[in-house]
Each structure stands twice: as C-alpha cells, then as structure tokens.
C-alpha cells in the first residue's frame, strides 16, 4: 500500500460545518497501542475489553459507548488519548456507519441527546455515540499524524503475533490533527456507563476459527462449522452428537443448554451422552466467566475445579469415570509416564478427550500441529471447541486469521452476538457471507468432472501438498503400437492421440485433507480456483 | 543489549555502569523491567532465589496465566526408573520441546544420562534425542527440534528449555556460610525453563537446600513419587 499524503480524510465534509446527510462514517480518537489491541482482539470496545492494558482515550468518556466524530475529531480529545504515556502516538480511525442503524446518543451545539441513527440525525452533530462494540472490518482506513508516526506504528505491530494492521487501509493526513476542532473534551455530561459482554462473542469467534480449521475432518465438521457461523441459519442440518448439538443455541447467546431430565431409569448411553453434554457446556460457560473476571489462575486450574465442584451432583453411574479423567488430567501436570495413546486409551468420550488434550497442548496453533489416530472426528470438534473459547479470537496468530475474508466475517458476528446478548436495538446489517470449509465447497466428488474447478483444485491441492491420492489413466487409440529403437534411445508409437487424465482417489485424498492444516497462502489459492 | 544482572565487572554491574561501559546517555537507555523468558509459575520461583541487590531489583513478574506449579519430587533409591519413566514420558508426549535435566555434578549427570538412554518404556514416538556435555565434548544439537539434554548446573547458565528437570538437589555441595550462592544457582536453574520446572531429591539423603526452597505450595508443590 502507498503512502498517502493528504488534507483531509473527509473530503465530502471538507468546508461545511455540518453535514447535510447522515455520515457514512466516523472517526473514533485513539492512540496506537488501543488501536493494535483493538484490531488483535476484531472488535472496537470499551476500556473493560482491554484487560488492564487500556490507556487513557476517547473511549473512557462513558464507557460502553464509542463516541464517533463527525467530520473534524476534536484537539482536546487527541491530546487526552496520548496523555498517559510519552510514546503514545495519535491515531483517528474511519469506521463506516452506513450498515448501522438504532438508538445512539449525539453531541450537537446545543448538548447531548438521545436519538434514532440515522433518520433522526438533524445533520448538526458533531460526536455520535454508538453502543459498543463495532466491527473492526468497518474501518475503512486508519489515519496517523505523520510519516514517522506512521513507520513506528507499523513497526510495532509487526512485533505482535495477532494484530493485522496490515490488512487495514492506512493514510497520513497532518491536517487532521492539526487543524481539529477546539471544541472542549470530553463533554460535560453524557448517557449512563454500559456493561458490555465481550467475553462470550471473543470466545465465539476462537469457536468459528478453529471449527473452520478442523471442519476439513469430515461432514460432521462441515456442518458444526455452518452452526458456528450462521447459527440464526434453519436450512442448516442439525447435529444431533452429544457436545455438538447444543453449538447452534449458544453461537446466538452464549446460553448453556438445560440439563436434559435424567433419572435412575435412563440407560447408561443416554446418561452418558446426556451428562457429556452438560459437562461440556458448563465447562464452556465456567471458562467464559473465568476470562470475564480476569483469568487468575489458569484455564487448567478451571477445568480440575470445576470437574471437582461437578462429580458430586453427578448421576453415580458417571463418577468414577469423571474422577478418574480428573486423576488423569491432574498426573498431567507433574511427569506422568504414560503416552498419548495410553491416556486415550484411558478416556474414550469426547468431552474427555477435549479435556485431555486441553492439558496436553498449550494453544490453537498447538492442537492443530498435534496428530493422534487414536481421536476421532467428534473428539477434534470439541477440543477445537475448547480452545477456541480458551484462546478466543483475540489470542489467534494471524496464521490461523489469514484465511480471505475470515477476519471479516468473524468480527461482525462477534459485534453482533455482543448485542444480541446486551440487548441493544443497533443493527449491524448483514453478516459477510460465513467461510465455508474446503470440505464443503470441494463437494463429495460426485461433481468432479474432468474440467469442473472442484476437481481441478483438489488436483492442484495434492499436487502441491504431495499426497498420495493421485493416479493417472492414459487411454490409447485402437490399432498396433510400435516400438521403435533408434540409435541409443526408443519410443512408442501409437495410433492417435493418448487421452490423459489424472485420477484422484476420493477416500485417500479426503483423508489428506482431514490431516493436513494448510497455509493460508495455499489455501487461498485453492479457494480462488473454486470460486473462478 | 545489556544485562544489568551479568557480571561485566567482579561485581554485577549497575544500570549506571553498562550506560558508563556503553558510552550512552541515561535518555537512550530502554530499561526492560518484565521476565520475558518464564512464564508466570516458573518466575515466581526463580523470584524466591533473587539475591540482587536493591539498586538492582528483579525483573517483574509476567502476567499470570499458565498453569503447572514447580514441583519438587522426593524418591527412594527404587524408584529411581520410575523418575526416568516421567522424563521419557513427558519427552514423548511432546517430542517438539527441549528437556534440560540439570544435574549437580558429573556422577549425577552420567547417571542420568545412562538410564534415559537405556530404559525402555511404551511411547507413541521414537526414542528423543538424548544428548550430554562432559568435559570438552560439546555435541551438535539441535535446540529448536526438540529432546533432552543432560548437563551440568555449571554448564546450563546461557541455555533456555521448555521444562528444566532439577534433579538430585540433595547432592549440590553447598557451603552452609553462604546461602547465597546456593541460591544464586537454584536462580539460574529453574531461570533456564519457559514452562515448566520439576526438581527432584533423593528421600534417604539430606538436603541442604531445603534451607532456600519457598514453602509456599503455590510456588512449589512437594510430592511424592
């Protein structure tokens, strides 16, 4: 991208006073280190989000709203968002508003109002408050104050594993900064703080990346990843496995399932399904709380407390099995001597398995380089489960974010799960299109023409990946062949043309593909070929 | 880069003399403050061996967050293989990260050693990289590709492992007048580990060291092996 040297940001505003159509958008008064932890974690938030490393900036006026300005940012509020450490650099983000529309506060000459966004707009505000959180895929471009500030700024995020400010366009515009307004900030009054749930949409979108991640798995994995994404989707098949069933109901609320009713008549099968379920959804929500409230201790201690607070109210049937799992998990901590395959050997279900390798590995990017065929498909869905809720969308290294237009897509259903669960009346538009899994877009094979682009790419993904799928049929013409010696060498003549068609073997390859996590610039190579 | 906790002079040098030795102003200096090398459990208890002076405090705590509380283990003379078993254990079921087993002198070290090497017990993997330094012989070893290495306390200052295993502490010879350079060397040791710290003490013998270890459980968990 180049750098862009310019007067102003807002070139359709530039010279009136105040607009005379509702804004496309609004610049948020920041600085850098805000900024970064803000585009790491794909949400614009209030300072709670920012767990202890927030520095002072627009966003603290009332917390919970995010005051937007409306053409010029004010000077008051670009010096208070760099005023807490020497190395702070200004920053005005552009975040487009034209999909947003609900109830907002608005600052205009004559106070702060409540009013309906956009229709009520009287065109004379200066600042608007929008509900948190927005979607970072609304910013349109980031502005610094100058080339230095600039080069600083995309030096330090490159020292971060998890924030894409390359993605983002960027601009230096001077005269943003030096020409603001010098109206005061932060206002004399403004709406009540708002408690925002960010805990439960960050811990989603880890969920909607690592489902997508494994859905390569199998069906099972394309369809959990489709509940992940579109769970208001009801033309989406519904999975009907223990631990996977209630995914589609918490995507929308981050409300655990009730307890299904159990009594001494239940079999054992469906105690066991039924009880695996509720463990694992409590363990979701206990883990969830457990980052609300700022993650003392670790997410392992959570799991052996809570295993620990659960084995009593379990059915008696089920306790030996949870205390063993929970002696396990605990021999986990110090030099246990058995092997991977021992321990599950040891733990046969899904939830315990998914809690065995939450000891075993440490993050995302480390349960996916781990392989065991001992784990089935279902057991891989919910440890992706775990540590997407573990790690959450803000933990992710850009690796596992580069997939085209997975940022996206996951930054606006988090902002919108934010305020489904506040209950906010912000509207937020239409969710980008979900990712759909390799799996899914390359079909069953039954579509795998000789020239369709499905097979094309699955030809092209085992070539490069060098699987050992593929097989080759040449069919000759009718009539004699000949071979010909000539001088040290020798050919083979054939009457007419030799047909050659590469052949994939369908099982073998979807089993590579089960196995394989691709690099984000293989796979979007891939998926351009289908999409083309 | 300079480190105001390694010896450029007798002494450790203060912040004042690498900015003196360097020949750059007060203003230029970036003071990094924060452990950037442990994690949270294990600079905790490398905090309890801190014998800097107070001009020159220790580095700040990282976040907390991981999980695995050092764990001090006493075993009886049998179950010597049984110890083995855990580090050959902990080995295969991560084959990627590097073990140091940090042993007090070379008896220890070469017992160690011998054993990892000739046990055999069920792994998913094939047999880790075991490697040693003894006197000069220096092997090639690939730090980044994961096994185990049995060194010396005297030879580990400089390394850095995913799981620092202390084992036979009760045979360091301390001299009880100086407590501490005892715990100058129990902060280089358990310092080597990112992760994770296991200490091990043979139950029959005494222990000198005991005298530095914290008591805290949440520091360091004794158990039984």
Known sequence: MTSTEQDTLFSKTEGSPTPTKAPESGLLVTNHLNLMYMLAAGLVMPPAGFGGKYYQDTLGFCPGWIPLFIGKPFREAIELSTSEAKHLKPICVEIGLSCMSGHVWALAEDGMKELRFPDQLAGSEQVVLVPAPLPTSWIESIAFQSVENRRICEADAKDYGNVPLSHFKRKTVKTLFSKASAAPWPPEQGPAARTVPLQTPLAAGGIMAMLLHFANQGNLGVIACRHAFDSEDDQAPPVETPVLSPLRAWMQTGAVPMPRSLDAKTDRASLQNASQEQLFWGLIERLVNWKGAGEKGSAEDVLLNYLKETLPKLDARLQAGISGLRDTLVSLTGLADASNSELFERHVTPFARAATLFFLRRDCPDLLDFHNDQLHELDWLAAAILFGVRDGWLKLPLRLRDTPGLSASVSHRMARMAHRIAGTDIELGESPARIRPLRELLGDGSNWHPRSREKGAALELARTQQWDCVHTRISLGRGSYALVVEGGSAHIEVPGEPRIVPEIDLPRFLDCLAKAHLDPKTEAKVRKMLQD | ?225
Request: aromatic share 8%; glycine share 4%; with cysteine.
């Open chain 2, 1 to 225: 880069m300079a480190d105001q906790n390694q010896k450029i002079t007798e002494d450790n040098s203060s912040r004042k003399d690498i900015e003196n030795h360097l020949v750059i102003d007060t203003d230029d200096v970036i003071e990094l403050k924060q452990n950037y090398r442990n994690c949270y459990p294990v600079a905790r208890l490398a905090q309890a061996f801190y014998t800097g002076d107070p001009a020159s405090p220790p580095p700040e705590l990282p976040e907390p967050g991981a999980s695995h509380v050092p764990k001090l283990y006493a075993y009886a003379a049998g179950d010597f293989d049984r110890v083995i078993r855990g580090i050959l254990g902990l080995a295969d079921r991560d084959p990627r990260q590097l073990i140091g087993v940090i042993a007090p002198n070379n008896k220890v070290r070469g017992r160690y050693f011998d054993k990892l090497r000739t046990l055999d017990i069920p792994t998913d993997n094939p047999r880790p990289s075991i490697e040693t330094f003894h006197g000069s012989h220096r092997p090639n070893i690939a730090f980044n590709e994961g096994g185990i290495l049995v060194i010396n306390a005297q030879a580990c200052k400089g390394l850095e492992f995913d799981t620092a295993i202390l084992v036979d502490i009760d045979k360091h010879n301390f001299k009880q007048d100086n407590p501490d350079a005892a715990k100058r060397l129990f902060y280089v040791m358990v310092a080597r580990a990112k992760y994770k710290v296991f200490i091990f003490r043979d139950r029959s013998d005494p222990c000198r060291a005991d005298a530095i270890l914290p008591s805290d459980s949440d520091m360091l968990q004794r158990k039984e092996v």
